[in-house]
């Protein structure tokens, strides 16, 4: 996996966020990015939270994450 395909994978996430306005789990990020490796989607949650685009909060037991 390459820089290139980590950063569009970020930013597919980010896109769904900005979408849905809203927090949401893991297993739904993944659920809504089908094609999307589960590796290369915690890779991509970290490059967001790293940058400080991401914010990870725990809401009714779950870890969910939101635009900062």
Known sequence: MTNKEIGETAG???RL???KKGNLTFDQIKKEL???KKEELYIAIGWLCREDKLECCVKDEKETFCLK
């Open 17 to 19: 966020l900005d979408e």
């Open 12 to 14: 597919c996430v980010w």
């Open 34 to 36: 089908k094609k999307v």
